[in-house]
């Protein structure tokens, strides 16, 4: 199905680390990126074709892909890094999917 | 630098239409691929279409055809989005996105409320 499926939501401690899944059908042929949004803010992209980083991205953001499942690491969170992450990628038929969205919470 | 800007707020009625314009800046207009996402209010992100500034192709995805057009005007570098027949489900923040290594540029949104 074209569906991108993300958690809704995620807490980690401040310097840990934490992982983000996003889940779907189209990821076992099409690479993920993941932005990042702030409240009141546009998204960011802070990861882009399944593992790479502008040049504004912390090397703490990583990426992988394995079968249906994407997964965005962070590891040694900061305050900052608080905010929504959506994964995006695409399906066969050209059409773009933003995942539902994974709020992410550091203590 | 890179820069895109999007026009102001609307407010439109059910049954109306709107136009969001975006002007970017800051790169040649016609090498990258712009689209459009939107999000509704606490809601999550919504891809509307893509269009290709050089040659004006489209592609929109499926819930919106019908109702979506994206234009440019290569003249002033200014690609457009227009949604009729407006519900107030489609209150939103709609912005437009450059296609490079992701969608590595984004407008600051334009906030579109329909009301009646």
């Known amino acids: 199905s074209s569906e991108l499926t993300q958690d809704p939501a995620v807490s980690v401690a401040l310097g840990q680390t934490v992982r983000i899944t996003c889940q779907g059908d189209s990821l076992r042929s099409y690479y993920a990126s993941w932005y990042q949004q702030r409240p009141g803010q546009a998204p960011i992209v802070v990861i882009y074709?399944?593992?790479n980083r502008p040049s504004g991205t912390p090397d703490r953001f990583s990426a992988s892909s394995s079968g249906n499942t994407a997964s965005l690491t962070i590891t040694g969170a900061q305050a900052e890094d608080e905010a929504d992450y959506y994964c995006n990628s695409r399906d066969s038929g050209g059409n773009h999917l933003f995942g539902t969205g994974t709020k992410v919470t550091v203590l | 630098q890179v820069r895109l800007v999007q026009s102001g707020a609307e407010v439109k009625k059910p049954g109306a239409s709107v136009k969001v314009s975006c002007k970017p800046s800051?790169?040649?207009?016609?090498?990258?691929?712009m689209y459009w996402v939107r999000q509704a209010p606490g809601q999550g992100l919504e891809w509307m279409g893509w269009i290709n500034p050089k040659s004006g192709g489209t592609k929109y995805a499926q819930k919106f055809q019908g109702r979506v057009t994206m234009t440019r005007d290569t003249s002033i570098s200014t690609v457009y989005m227009e949604l009729s027949r407006l519900r107030s489900d489609d209150t939103a923040v709609y912005y437009c996105?450059?296609?490079?290594?992701?969608?590595?540029?984004w407008g600051q949104g334009t906030l579109v409320t329909v009301s009646s």
């Open positions: 800051g790169y040649t207009f016609t090498g990258y691929y």
């Open positions: 996105a450059r296609d490079y290594m992701g969608f590595d540029y």
């Open positions: 074709s399944q593992n």
